[in-house]
């Protein structure tokens, strides 16, 4: 439960977690944090060992964005429930590289206009759900293929081709 609570903490150091390679457990790490803005891409990177992220960033309220490569390198584990959860200013998700971890039901957000980033070709089997994602980029080559999968299909009208995102230009 580290930092669980710091409701006024605003970032993260970048390599906060790059001795902790034995760590096993993030369970409610930064959870009601919710002034925090970002997270360092590279966070969990030396984490390998870690099994379980449940509650992790839960009502990060501030985030807009989880970063691409966040739980990469984190093969080990197996349990991300609520991770993420109430996250409502999240604006663009992008899911991790290991198909396991799509079977978790933590991209839950009340952002109507948030992007999720799929980086996988093959659709893996998916218990998740996006509460309020408007649209759901996959790799070109696989948007039929997402549409039609089990799990996937649900979302099959807000599925589009990686190639056509267009980062908002600010106002």
């Known amino acids: 439960c580290c930092f669980m609570w710091c409701s006024h903490l605003t970032s993260i150091p970048a390599r906060l977690f790059d001795n902790c390679v034995k760590a096993k457990v993030f369970s409610s790490c930064f959870y009601g944090c919710y002034e925090l803005t970002s997270i360092p891409s590279g966070l969990f990177n030396n984490c390998m060992g870690a099994t379980d992220f449940s509650r992790c960033f839960y009502q990060c309220y501030s985030l807009t964005e989880i970063p691409a490569g966040l739980f990469?390198?984190?093969?080990a584990v197996t349990n991300f429930s609520d991770c993420f959860g109430s996250?409502?200013?999240?604006?663009?998700?992008?899911?991790?590289?290991?198909?396991?971890?799509?079977?978790?039901?933590?991209?839950?957000?009340?952002?109507?206009?948030?992007?999720?980033?799929?980086?996988?070709?093959?659709?893996?089997?998916?218990?998740?759900?996006?509460?309020?994602?408007?649209?759901?980029?996959?790799?070109?080559?696989?948007?039929?293929?997402?549409?039609?999968?089990s799990g996937w299909s649900r979302y099959a009208g807000q599925i589009y081709p990686r190639s056509e995102y267009v980062e908002p230009t600010a106002a």
């Open 87 to 149: 996250c409502r200013d999240l604006a663009n998700i992008n899911l991790p590289t290991i198909a396991k971890y799509y079977g978790w039901n933590g991209w839950s957000t009340g952002n109507s206009g948030t992007v999720a980033f799929v980086p996988l070709t093959t659709p893996p089997p998916m218990a998740l759900t996006f509460s309020s994602t408007s649209k759901i980029y996959v790799p070109d080559e696989a948007v039929q293929a997402y549409k039609g999968a």
């Open 72 to 75: 990469d390198k984190c093969t």
